[in-house]
């Protein structure tokens, strides 16, 4: 009996907690990622647009 690497991954212990694993770091790299996104478009002052009171 031959065991692929796919094999390994989907049937054995440690291939579903490498699974896990792997899933667990790419969800919370996402939501990470989006959780700065908002903040940061949240914390940006709006651009001045050249239409301000200041003039000289």
């Known amino acids: 009996m ?3 690497p796919l094999e390994t991954l989907f ?3 440690i ?5 896990f694993t ?3 770091v790419l969800v919370m790299a996402g939501y990470i990622g989006w959780f700065v996104h ?3 478009m ?3 002052p709006p651009q001045d647009d050249g239409k301000s009171a200041q003039h000289h």
């Open 11 to 13: 049937m054995s212990d």
């Open 22 to 24: 792997i899933s667990f």
């Open 42 to 44: 949240n914390a940006t």
């Open 15 to 19: 291939g579903l907690l490498s699974l």
């Open 38 to 40: 908002k903040n940061v």
């Open 2 to 4: 031959e065991n692929t």
